[in-house]
């Protein structure tokens, strides 16, 4: 076998637009635009919507590109629309990536309202990465809605919407690997039509979310997000200021090299990188590419002649895998030693496909809770403290469970272990922000989330991380 399985078909002759690509099971090729904060002067507003004009232009008139997609939009009606009416021409042609940082439920009623009027009928649902400036400031100040909830606001809203949402495949420590695939399906159960995996440079972490999918007889479209990435960029990802965007040391000093050289060898070399990675995701059987970090038309259409003519070049596997490795001299793509896979013969030119009795896993037992952890969540349990009110039921559930004041959070959906101790307030699973070696993306400690997956593995209760919300 040469190709996997479930390869799609590219139509780069009609511009089908993002939602009917998506439904007629064509390639979908997305630039993504990340949008200005919204200014009160209007000459600055315009002034800096310029680049995002010029992409809607170039992808409402090139046929191979299915549309613009506009990330992260904010929860604030008012903006939204200065955002969208010099954006969306056709709103067939947009996807708009949802942020639930700083918003509120009202806020996002009224977004979606305005993403209706304008035509838009894909949405992808993201609880949004925290602003490196909030990274020292208390829980407190920190505003996010889960992806879940945003999902089904949408499903509850505007039903003939598309929905997307997102995973973070570049997770290196078992328990990571996990809770994102966990809350993934979480994601698909509540109402998510497709998938997106944010971006990275790992081919092994992208054919093994592929594969995930298929070892769980899950078949529903996945977008592959690449970045073109500046050289000012890179320092920023290596310290971990880029939103869930990992990379190994080994890739950043790969592209300091070609930047080294002089822009137009650099822009050259990451379109090439791009074009392969575009075409490793077709072969694994992703539905599109989503192609980020581009801020001009000319870049955006060198991007996508180098898809297209990768998209040629490469038709089997093994002959693209030589290819990718060649190019890249083998550079270690992980950002830790020990990186966890959740499969093996990953990138393994006798292993293009998923199949069931030769993927096999990795070694990489779950994690177990601690004695005291098992205490703490028998004593909660047995009070009921998820429903019993009273004095000496809040010192009981501050002292079993963590829990702060307010707001009402669901202490049986997450084991007892009070989703207060999130900065982000989770309790449908955690964000695709977390570091390498699993630790908050806020940098304080590791992911409560961790705590709560040992629990779950202990209760042989892990289908409770991926079952939507009965309300």
Not at 117 to 142: L, N, R, W
Not at 249 to 269: D, G, H, K, V
Request: charge should be negative; proline fraction near 5%.
């Amino acid at each position: 076998m040469n190709a996997p399985a479930g390869q799609l078909n590219i139509t780069f002759e009609s511009h089908q637009g993002v939602l009917r690509k998506l439904r007629a099971g064509d390639f979908c090729v997305l630039i993504d635009y990340q949008a200005p904060a919204v200014s009160d002067d209007e000459k600055v507003l315009k002034l800096a919507l310029a680049p995002g004009v010029a992409l809607a232009r170039y992808t409402g008139a090139d046929a191979r590109v299915a549309g613009l997609s506009i990330s992260p939009v904010s929860a604030r009606p008012a903006e939204v629309e200065q955002l969208l009416e010099p954006l969306c021409r056709n709103g067939d042609d947009v996807a708009v990536c949802l942020s639930g940082r700083n918003a509120d439920d009202a806020g996002l009623r009224g977004t979606l309202a305005a993403l209706h009027s304008h035509g838009i009928g894909t949405v992808i649902a993201t609880t949004g990465f925290a602003d490196p400036e909030q990274y020292a400031a208390p829980a407190a100040a920190h505003t996010f809605i889960d992806s879940c909830d945003l999902i089904r606001l949408v499903r509850n809203e505007y039903p003939e919407m598309c929905v997307g949402a997102c995973v973070n495949p570049f997770k290196y420590n078992v328990s990571d690997v996990y809770l994102q695939y966990f809350k993934m399906i979480r994601k698909l159960n509540t109402g998510a039509d497709f998938i997106v995996a944010e971006a990275g440079w790992d081919m092994k972490k992208y054919q093994e979310l592929q594969w995930y999918l298929r070892s769980r007889n899950m078949t529903e479209p996945i977008i592959a997000r690449l970045m073109f990435v500046q050289q000012r960029q890179i320092a920023g990802i290596l310290d971990h200021r880029c939103g869930g965007v990992v990379m190994s040391r080994e890739m950043a000093a790969l592209l300091e090299r070609e930047s080294s050289i002089n822009e137009r060898q650099a822009t050259a070399a990451q379109a090439r990188r791009i074009a392969m990675s575009a075409a490793g995701c077709r072969l694994f059987g992703y539905s599109g590419i989503q192609i980020g970090g581009v801020d001009d038309p000319q870049l955006a259409r060198t991007l996508v002649d180098n898809v297209k003519e990768a998209f040629e070049e490469f038709t089997d596997f093994r002959h693209w895998l030589t290819a990718w490795n060649d190019f890249h001299d083998r550079v270690e793509m992980a950002p830790m030693r020990q990186g966890h896979y959740v499969f093996k013969r990953l990138m393994d030119k006798d292993y293009p496909d998923y199949v069931p009795d030769q993927s096999l896993h990795a070694a990489g037992p779950l994690p177990q809770p601690t004695g005291a952890e098992r205490l703490k969540f028998q004593l909660a349990r047995a009070l009921r403290l998820e429903r019993r009110q009273g004095v000496p039921f809040d010192m009981a559930r501050q002292l079993l469970c963590g829990r702060h004041s307010a707001p009402d959070w669901r202490l049986d959906k997450t084991f007892y272990v009070c989703a207060a101790a999130c900065p982000k307030g989770l309790e449908n699973g955690p964000c695709g922000g977390t570091r390498p070696d699993g630790t908050c993306e806020f940098g304080h400690q590791p992911c409560i989330y961790h705590r709560i997956l040992a629990l779950a593995n202990w209760r042989n209760e892990l289908e409770s991380l991926e079952a939507a919300d009965e309300h």
